[in-house]
């Protein structure tokens, strides 16, 4: 099975609108750590949100808000006020384990993302 | 202050040389992790290194790929006799000490094996 799902290979979305990038993950760990990664055409990974599992309250990083839901293994991020900059590759990625196992990621497939203007 | 640094930003190497490719972590970080993204593809994990130590190999082929985090310098993925199917990029990402929320890339190698 695959660890992470992001189901939306791409997505249009008008400019100045928010936006909700799916991932789900699976894991029988109870500590996991869960990122999510802009990847423009300039090919560069950018650090966007981090939610760790034992979080209570979802993330927020400026426009970036990551929506956890842990019953449904969900982390989908939402952008608001999408900019043309926007338009990128993002990824969910999760790690497993404690702090022994370190920043080992699995990443997901990506959603493109387009911002039209 | 400085982010991930990796050289070359792109290297082209013919089949069978070998190739070297380097990462400074962000100041104050001592884990350095490997990754490799196929063409449309999410990266995949290949090596966890910590000074002078490797912590998990589990994503690295078992042949030709050698990673090191010398206790001075730059940590080295080595990728001896190449062949056309190592043309990825490949990420050096790092964390401070106890900081495992955050893990910083830097901007990647291209490799291109002709």
């Known amino acids: 099975a695959q660890k992470i799902t992001q189901t939306q290979p791409g997505m249009f979305v008008q400019e100045k609108e928010a936006v909700t990038l799916d991932c789900t993950y699976d894991?029988?760990?109870?500590?996991?750590?869960l990122f999510w990664y802009k990847q423009p055409s300039s090919g560069e990974m950018i650090f966007l949100i981090y939610?760790?599992?034992?979080?209570?309250q979802n993330a927020t990083e400026g426009r970036y808000s990551l929506n956890f839901q842990k019953a449904r293994k969900s982390a989908n991020l939402v952008i608001s006020a999408s900019q043309l900059g926007d338009s990128a590759m993002y990824f969910c990625?999760?790690?497993?384990?404690?702090?022994?196992?370190?920043?080992?990621?699995?990443f997901g497939g990506g959603t493109r993302v387009l911002v039209k203007p | 202050n400085a982010g991930v640094m990796q050289n070359p930003r792109h290297l082209v190497r013919r089949r069978g040389q070998e190739a070297r490719l380097r990462c400074s972590p962000m100041?104050?970080?001592?884990?350095v992790y490997w990754y490799r993204q196929l063409p449309e593809e999410g990266l995949k994990f290949m090596v966890y290194?910590?000074?002078?130590?490797?912590?998990?190999e589990s994503g690295m082929p078992k042949e030709r790929f050698s990673a090191e985090f010398p206790k001075e310098g730059p940590s080295i993925l080595r990728i001896q006799q190449v062949v056309r199917g190592d043309s990825a990029a490949y990420f050096c990402?790092?964390?401070?000490?106890?900081?495992?929320?955050?893990?910083?890339f830097g901007s990647g190698t291209q490799l291109s094996v002709l």
């Open positions: 290194l910590q000074k002078e130590n490797i912590i998990d």
């Open positions: 939610q760790g599992s034992y979080d209570q």
């Open positions: 100041k104050g970080h001592s884990h």
């Open positions: 990625a999760m790690r497993e384990g404690g702090k022994a196992a370190g920043n080992k990621l699995t």
């Open positions: 894991t029988s760990d109870p500590s996991y750590g």
């Open positions: 990402a790092s964390s401070p000490l106890g900081g495992w929320e955050k893990l910083f």
